[in-house]
Every structure is written in structure tokens, then in C-alpha cells.
């Protein structure tokens, strides 16, 4: 995302997979029973080692709630000449308020007739674009819904070089939601011009596929950066 998403506006999983354990209770003897009540329990999140529980899977469990999927429908003639809504592509976005608004890209929601959000608990409301630039390619979503998870903003000013980058988004469609891909911090201030305009950017090696487009960047606290 652009520095801090206009600095939250312009200022704008690991799953944790838990295997249900099934105690079958036999109707064997004694020495059976015994041999099944005395296997371990399964080991719950706040038991796994220090190897697995890493600032990747700390950052995923607590930014993934937060990451959407944007679904851009627009108004298209078909072969006989009649207009149907039809999906255009979908990408990304993070949201950043609990009134419902959200951070994604521009080329994500342009030339939308319709947005459909995908929350990450499976409920899909409608979206509304309140604000685009294309030239830094960001834009803000508003969704009227409750219960909403809001990840927290960082400040990229104070990145380094080689420290853990983490992307949080739906690539290559919504069947691939909440992926996450991790890597490094490659270089910062990366120039680019776009017309008379030039933008220092972040440069990362964390997998980014089509559909990750407005999703979270993430440093190993868990900010969106």
C-alpha cells in the first residue's frame, strides 16, 4: 500500500487450522479406555514453540480479520445486445475504521457499477467508492456494516532494510482469500515518475499475485505499512 494510505486516508492466516480432536470413547475394557484417556491433549495456540509461533503467524492471526475482498461488477452489453451486470475483476483492501471504511487501490474499483465487499467472517455487502486517485492509484471504500475488525497503520518512514514484509490479500480470486506470502523489506525509495509527479515507493519480495491489489503490507508488529 502507498505510504500509510494518505496517512489514514491520506493518513488513511496463518489459519491457525485447529484439528478437531474426537475422543472415542470404546466399549472395550479398562486397559483400553485407559490407553485413549491417556493420550496428550492436542496442543492449543498458546502451546505451540517459540519455531512456530513467529512474528509472521503473530501478524497474519492479527491483520487477516481485517483484510476484504472487493468484488468490481459493471454494466456490459452481451452478444445480443442487452446490458447485464457482470464481474469485472477482483481484488483487495484493508479496512481501517470501524465505520466501515477501506483502503484499496484504485484500479481495483474503477469504472464500477456495483462493489460487492467479502468480509472475512463470509457475510458479502455492498460497497460504495467515496474517494479515487488514479495518479497514486488509492481509493476508499465505505461499507455499512458491524462487528468489523480494523487493522492498525504503521508508519513506513521507519522501515529497514531486510526486516519481514508480509502480504495479507485474495490472489488470483476469492477461492485463494486471506493468503498470506512473506518476505523482506528489498529496498526502500524505489522512484517512479507518473507524469510530472514522482513517488518513492517500497520494495518488497513478498509474493504479490493479481488479486493481492489492495491488500495489507505488513511489518513483523502487525502494522500495515
Known amino acids: 500500500m502507498n505510504k500509510s494510505i494518505w496517512k489514514k486516508s491520506a493518513n488513511i492466516f496463518v489459519c491457525g487450522l485447529l484439528g478437531a480432536a474426537i475422543l472415542v470413547a470404546g466399549c472395550g475394557d479398562n486397559k483400553t ?62 479496512i481501517y475504521d470501524k465505520d466501515g471504511y477501506i483502503a484499496t487501490n484504485n484500479h481495483v474499483v474503477e469504472g464500477a457499477s456495483e462493489i460487492i465487499v ?70 526502500l525509495n524505489r522512484s517512479i515518475e507518473v507524469g510530472e509527479r514522482k513517488f518513492n515507493l517500497i520494495q518488497t519480495d513478498a509474493a504479490i499475485n493479481p488479486g493481492n491489489s489492495g491488500g495489507a503490507l505488513v511489518n513483523a508488529d502487525g502494522e500495515v505499512v
Open 33 to 94: 479406555s485407559a490407553a485413549v484417556h491417556d493420550k496428550p491433549a492436542a496442543k492449543t495456540e498458546q502451546q505451540l514453540s517459540a519455531a512456530r509461533n513467529t512474528p509472521i503467524v503473530a501478524a497474519a492471526k492479527k491483520v487477516g480479520p481485517a483484510v476484504v475482498g472487493i468484488t468490481n461488477k459493471a454494466y456490459v452489453r452481451d452478444f445480443f445486445n442487452r446490458t447485464q451486470l457482470m464481474e469485472r475483476g477482483t481484488g483487495s483492501g484493508v
Open 118 to 187: 467479502s468480509l472475512p467472517d463470509g457475510r458479502t455487502v455492498k460497497g460504495k467508492v467515496l474517494g479515487a486517485d488514479a495518479v497514486t492509484d488509492l481509493a476508499v471504500v465505505k461499507i455499512d456494516a458491524d462487528n468489523l475488525n480494523v487493522a492498525t497503520f504503521g508508519d513506513s518512514d521507519t522501515l529497514q532494510v531486510g526486516e519481514p514484509a508480509i502480504a495479507i490479500g485474495n490472489p488470483l480470486g476469492l477461492e485463494f482469500r486471506g493468503s498470506v506470502t512473506a518476505g523482506v523489506i528489498s529496498a
